[in-house]
């Protein structure tokens, strides 16, 4: 179950890193650094709350989200994660170096690394290490220009900034799978008062479909996030609504639902602000 939080965590990080002096090679919108809070139900229960930071300088972005279990569901399942991520940006691309996620679970810690190679290629490191069998195999053309789960989000938000629509697709690598995440217009909606997010008003809406390409399990069947709520094979797409929380600011998101064997899932954006101090340092 959690590996769908892990990604929804990663969805949180939709949004735009921030840019002191934009050169002008670089066509991502520029923000000051941002912190926002995410609120996550699961079959309509709160059971996971994430915070996200954002910043950059001399071109050079950096990112981080952390979450765990909430209220009473810690004290049950107490579950801590984090990710971070560093990289450059380049015209319209972001271009990660270095990714980090760790998993805490009842206090045993699991940890990925991935390094970004020259060559396009990417190198892991896991603590412990990596017992998995039986798992299809992941070849070099495969990982070959592939982004972390973070930035692979970062990057289908920034299209959105730079060309007004949500229709591109992004190769994504986090250390055991490789999967694609495909976005699409879905028009707009609107988000009212009874919603729960920190954000009213007209939101532009979009379709984030997941599709497969390696590293699934060969002797069993696929793990539940890529489980459809009906109980069929396949992820189920994720719906996002972004808008821009002030004047100047690119659209972050602000609501996301998706199907799950557990329920419907539902993020909301619960509160943000301007990071500063020791918010920025990781």
């Not at 900034?161 to 055991?176: D, H, L, M, Q, S």
């Amino acid at each position: 179950m959690y590996r769908i939080l892990l990604l929804i965590l990663v969805l949180c990080a939709f949004a735009h890193p921030a840019l002191a002096k934009p050169t002008p090679k670089i066509l991502i919108p520029a923000i000051p650094p941002l912190a926002a809070t995410y609120d996550v139900y699961v079959g309509g229960i709160h059971l996971m709350t994430a915070n996200v930071v954002f910043q950059e300088q001399a071109a050079r972005y950096r990112a981080r989200v952390t979450g765990h279990t909430y209220g009473i569901w810690y004290k049950l399942v107490p579950w801590n994660t984090e990710l971070k991520v560093e990289g450059k940006m380049r015209d319209d691309r972001f271009v990660p170096a270095e990714f980090y996620t760790q998993d805490v679970w009842w206090h045993k810690p699991r940890t990925t690394w991935l390094h970004f190679q020259k060559d396009g290629d990417i190198k892991t490191d896991f603590d412990p290490p990596n017992t998995d069998k039986n798992r299809e195999s992941i070849g070099p053309d495969q990982r070959r220009g592939s982004l972390d789960p973070i930035t692979g989000l970062l990057q289908l938000l920034a299209h959105v900034a730079i060309y007004k629509n949500c229709n591109v697709t992004v190769p994504i690598f986090e250390g055991r799978r490789r999967f694609d995440i495909t976005g699409t217009d879905a028009g707009s909606e609107i988000i009212d008062e009874e919603d729960y997010s920190a954000f009213k008003g007209e939101a532009r809406a979009c379709d984030a479909a997941f599709t497969m390409v390696a590293g699934e399990w060969k002797d069993r069947p696929p793990d539940r996030f890529w489980t459809r709520d009906s109980g069929e094979s396949g992820r189920e797409p994720f719906h996002i609504w972004l808008g821009s929380m002030g004047d100047g600011l690119p659209e972050l998101p602000v609501r996301l639902e998706s199907g799950s064997v557990w329920g419907l899932i539902i993020m909301h954006l619960s509160a943000w602000h301007y990071a500063t101090g020791d918010e920025t340092k990781y």
